[in-house]
Structure formats: C-alpha cells, structure tokens
C-alpha cells in the first residue's frame, strides 16, 4: 500500500465510510477504490482515470484534492510522451493527406461520369429520332384510302350512302338512326333544417310525395306523433311510453308534428334522412314540413 493510498483509506475509515458507500457517492467501481487504495494504478483505464478517480476519492473523504493529486503527482510522474505525440500527428497528417487524395480522385470519377451521361442522353435521343424520321416523311403509307361520294345533280346534295359488305363497289342508303328517349330525371328528396321558433324546430322535406317517419329507441321515452291538416289543425296519431330497443314508423301524405320527452332516447330518421333531435335528456319538439311539388 502507497502512503496516497494509506492516506485515503484512512481518513475514509475515520468517518466511518465503507467502500460501497463510497462506490455510491463517487459512482466509481469498489475494484477501482481498493486498487487507489493499495496503490495499484494498473488495474484503473488509464492515468486521466486514475487523476479523476483519486480527485474523486478525496472531494468524498473531506480531503483537498489538489494537495491530494500533488502528492500522486510526487510519487507517480508522468511519462515523457513527446515521441509518441509527434508520431501520431504525423500519423494523423499522413491519414488527411491520404482521405484529400481520396476525395479528389473520387470527385473526378463522378464528374467524369456525369459528362458520360449526358453525352449518352443526348445520342439517344439524336438516334431515336433520325430513326424515325423516314416513317414520317412518308404520310402516303399511312393514309387511309378516301371514298368519293358522287353528287346529286337535281339537288346538289350528296346521297347518304355506305360501302355494301361484299365490297362490289355497290353503295347502299344509311339507315335513319332512331332518337334514344331522354329519361326525366327525378328530384332528389332533401330534408333540410328551415328555423327554430317558440322551442319548435322546423325542418322542410322537398322532393318527395309521402313523409316516412323511423324511429328507434334507445331508452325510455314518451313521445307523440300528429299530423298536420291543411286548416293547420292537429290530429293524434300516437302517443306512447316507448321503451329502450322500440322501434316505430309514420307514412303520411302531409306534414307532422313530434312532441319527444326526452330527446337523447330517440333516433329519428325522415326519408332515409337523419334528423339530429338532441344529446341531453331534455323535452324536444320537431315539425316535419312536407312540400310537394
């Protein structure tokens, strides 16, 4: 053992810290502690290992750790290490040298590579076309054959006429093409929100000649179906307690009226259209307007 590594070990004794407390403070391996220690610098990576751990060691004990460092420095000089820097930048010159050299040759390969590529380009697109060239000054290999109506000499109008299929030359009249049916397109039914008045919303259902009411039950709710007269009067149609899972249905020639107990239970789709009621639990009136064309 070193007088360094007496020093240390007991001063860590004196204040009562054992290796593994000290391994947890200073996060240095316990091997490396005892090896500082017993003065075994071998076993530690290297001599800046061995500076950092002993300052390390001496900071955690309660010691000066440049007192501490001078005296490893005292009894462990360092090693002249002049011949193996200047070899190493040597090394280092000779390697940049080398990778300069490498970049420069690799540098040029691609450049010339790329003026290959251009050239190649170009003398494929050059001989592509100079060989197309002839099929294209030469229109009459291609040009389709032109049949020559002869004129009618009282009208001065040319006869609608066709080669006959046996191709004798014969012609023979067109037939007058019948005029396909325009089909009259149907208005699509729209079922759209028009206002909200007095707690009532009204939505305004366009295209169609019933009114088909669905809904679906999703909990228990009361709810009351009227349909609407002309004269603006009411007639019932339903009034029930409906249950989750229910379903019912309306199809009607006029307009309706909803009075929903509890808006959040009720699916409410009007010609296939979905009509939102309302997502809290609250009374809901919905007035469905049928307007035929």
Known sequence: MSDLGYILRKTRLEKKI????????????????????EGNYKVLPGSFYVRAFIKSYAEAVGLDPTEVL?????TNPSPAVE??????????????????????????????????????????????????TPADEN???????????????ATGT??????NASGDGKVAPLATPTPTPVPTPTPSVQVKFSSSEKGV?????????????QMKITGSCWIRVDSLTEAGGKEMLRQKLYKAGDTDSFDLTGSAYLNV???????????????PV???PNPKRVQLNLQKN
């Open 18 to 37: 054992s290796l593994d407390d000290l391994q947890e403070v200073t996060k240095i391996r316990k091997r490396y502690l005892e090896a500082i220690e």
């Open 70 to 74: 001078g005296m490893y420095q005292t």
């Open 83 to 132: 011949k193996p820097v200047v070899e190493t930048i040597r090394k280092n010159r000779t390697s940049v040298r080398n990778t300069e050299k490498l970049s420069r040759w690799a540098s040029g390969t691609m450049f010339v590579c790329f003026i290959l590529l251009i050239f190649g380009i170009v003398y494929y697109y050059t001989y592509k076309n100079y060989k197309g």
């Open 139 to 153: 229109p009459s290999q291609t040009q389709s054959p032109r049949i020559t109506d002869s004129t009618n000499p």
């Open 158 to 163: 040319a006869p609608s006429t066709t080669m």
């Open 201 to 213: 919303d009204n939505y305004t259902i366009t295209g169609a000649s019933n009114l088909n009411i």
């Open 261 to 275: 107990g509890a808006a959040s239970a009720l699916e409410l789709t009007v010609n296939g259209t979905i009509v």
């Open 278 to 280: 309302g997502d809290t």
